[in-house]
């Protein structure tokens, strides 16, 4: 059981660039939490360095409250599973998983137990005898686990586990991973580039980009009030749509025409100010579908994605009828470039084609509004 | 490996690796025919021996200096060996893991060693040698087969060592190794196949060089077999020593086709695979 943290952490590489820069942040006993972002943001980085593989540049990180940064890997009793599972493949299934307890000096007969113990719990049990060059996939992530969990670490660290595994079999083993978490209560620290399964998995998540973390949160917070527009975009799947927008002083000017905006929204502190507007296709619905519907606009479906329980509709919204006002705006709000597409969600059983001209609305109390310069979210940072 | 023919390729396919077996093989049979022949029959330019006799084998063996060479040749080729492929296996680690100063130096360096022609360091290296009084004793042949086959151990060592996924040693180190434990369980093992490969050829380079036994050495202290073949006599001053030279031959070759059997099965390359995904 341990609580990590990370006290104004940088790294910085020989080549003089950042991967990581000032993270600060805890992570608590017993926490899933998630390091996600797209690659090249540091996560990874972050990650050796909780372990040791990495130098820490600046700042310190402590597990219970002791410094660990001078600590050789091999006395931070942490367990990690590799993207690639690293096991070594001129031992049995049973020698990779009682490797670490051999290091440990274990006695023979506990180290036999520990080991039937875990492969019972991961199925393991019929390939113990095999080497690794005859597992599957997902197989042989299971021994990475096992042999990651025989040791009962303070701190259990997985790199992207699942990226090598097939769509399926991905969900299957975050289904196992998940309630392994939770039946043996961890401090778990995984890193993935796949928002699906940062919002699956974590109790918390933390959004990296660049070195930097962008926000950390339930998966709910950063879904409902993403910090900034990188954020937004990031988490959701199909990505939320950004159009630019312009505030007025009863609501928001957005390239399908105006939106009135409930008065929740600061509006007079943002008044003409070019923003950028999102909001989430699930947030778009036909007329006369919702009670929360907003204004009403008119679109061409350019293709058409039905998924089962899905239906998305990239579309581009018809020119707005409101004539444009002067401003010198690179994209001028109220209309739009002749390229802006919305992707929306719509219900599955609608029977729509590829050219079909529908009316569309969408839920003006979901909208999110970010500066146009920072990405900086209006509405959460008031 | 298995190698199936069919049709006219087949045909072919057997026909090509028939000759190139016999051109391999036929000097080989040739020497052992020529061993097992008695004396009067050695000039009679026949392929097979019409009786057989093990008199060669006998002269060899009963040639006071011949048992002493192969003892010669086989410390002196397994010490060399050993040092060579021990220094080999701690250069190449550090030739692909670590980063230091002048690695491309080192690693082109070797290579531009193996390239001297042996005959040019012979001359001063028979001088250095008796300065040093190192002639005719084995460091004084365990030294320059030490820097004519460390730059092929490492070469072959380097490319191994690439082969082998980092995160094995990261893991081994997570899971509680210290960094000369990660190298000993997880590296080495993995290696072994690389390691054998170049030990045969370093060996093979020991075993059989003709050019620094013959010039760095004078008597049976130091002698190596080939040498040594090449100092027989017959058993009068008239006759050619044909007969003891093919036995002689015979039996040096004998240690190496026999390490190579062994170790055939450990050559086999794909030990690694199953460590990583791909």
Redesign the interface.
Known sequence: MAEIVFDHVSKRF?GGAWAVRKANFTVKDGEFFILVGPSGCGKSTLLNMI???EDITEGEIRVDGNRINEL???D?N???V?????????MTVRENIS??LK??KLARDEIKRRVDEVAAILQLDPLLDR?????S?GQ?QRVAMG?AIV?RPQVFLLDEPLS?LDARLRVQMRTEIAALQERLGITTVYVTHDQTEAMVLGDRVAILRSGEVQQIGTPKELYETPRNEFVAGFIGSPSMNFLNAEIGDTGVLLPMGPCPLPPSFPLERLSNRYVVAGIRPEHFCLPGTSRKAGPVFPAEIISVEWLGADLYLHVQPAPSLRPSRDKSAVVEPGTHPAGLVLIVRVPPDLRLKRGDRIELTYDATKIQLFDADTGENFLRNH | MRIRFAGMDGFLGALGSLLVVTYALLPVIWIISLSLKPGRELGNARFFPDTLSLEHYRTVFNDPQFPAALLNSVGIASIATGLSITIAIFAAYAIVRL?FRGKHWIFYGTLAVAMFPPISVVGPLFELWRTLRLFDTWPGLILPYLSFTLPLAIWTLTAFFREI?W??E?????????PS?AFR??IL??VAPGIVASAILVFIFAWNDFLFAASLTSTDRARTVPVAIAFFTGSSQFELPTGSIAAASVVVTIPIIALVLMFQRRIIAG???????G
């Open positions: 020989a372990v040791g593989l050789d890997p091999k931070r942490m367990a990690m590799f993207q690639s599972y690293a096991l070594y493949p001129h490797f670490p290091l440990a080497k690794p060059s005859d597992l996939g042989r042999r040791r090598n | 980063d996924p995160d094995l990261r893991a081994a180190r997570v899971d509680g190794a210290t434990q369980l997880v093992p993995l030990l690694t695979a199953g460590a990583v995904k």
